[in-house]
């Protein structure tokens, strides 16, 4: 609490003071501060005034990904990376450079296996700034069903005034394909030999051209 009294002004610029040093560890919004209560020389007070103080913070999320940059590259025993931005959707800069982690849930189990290392940085973000990063390599990869995911500001957090911190993550299922696996057969069909698609018309009892392409 803090309280002055000053005695018989000789204007209102003399009532003006110093209230100290504050730190708002508040959810970010709008707070309202009873702050002045005037009382004259016959003791009669008035109402309390207030002041508003606007609580801001930054707010990190994954705006894009993780997904891998050669979706080719997603054979059994093959290696990929992956790519992903951070995005800071507050509304107060992040001032500090701050880590980011991809890691992997080998068969989506609801257990991460796998961090994928070296972790990317990202230098302080202003209010509605993004950062494209890139994991490690993530090499002899087994095939499967596995769940990747990118979170921010993690390991080690730095950017302290984050106040919403369960969305720094963002996830995505990938399927890893077996190194010995069957062919796949896909074929287009057409009048012309130009535009190929599944299905012709053809009139019955009339002759018609046919042109068939092979997808590898």
Known sequence: TFERVVSSPTSPDSCSTSAGTFTFNDRPGTYEYE?????????????????????IAPDLVVSDGPFPSDS????????????GAIRNQGDAPTGATFNN?????????GTYDTIL???????????????DVVSGNW???PAGTHK????ADQPNPAVSNEYYIDNNCGSQVITVLPENR????????????VVYGKSITGVRG???DIWLHVDQ
């Not at 702050?35 to 609580?55: F, N, P, Q, R, Y």
């Not at 990747?148 to 979170?151: D, I, M, Q, S």
Request: proline share 4%; aromatic share 2%; glycine share 8%.
């Open 101 to 109: 982690t991809f890691k992997i849930d080998i068969g989506n189990d």
């Open 35 to 55: 702050v002045l209560k005037v009382t004259d020389s016959k003791g009669i007070a008035s109402s309390v005034d207030t002041v508003s103080v606007e609580v």
């Open 182 to 193: 069957s062919p796949v057969a896909e074929v287009g069909i057409s009048t012309d030999g």
């Open 148 to 151: 990747v995911t990118l979170c």
């Open 117 to 131: 290392s070296p972790n990317p940085t990202a230098a302080g973000l202003a209010v509605g700034a993004e950062k």
């Open 206 to 208: 009339q002759k018609i």
């Open 139 to 141: 090499t002899n990869i």
């Open 72 to 83: 080719d590259a997603l054979v059994e025993k093959g290696s990929v990376t992956f790519e």
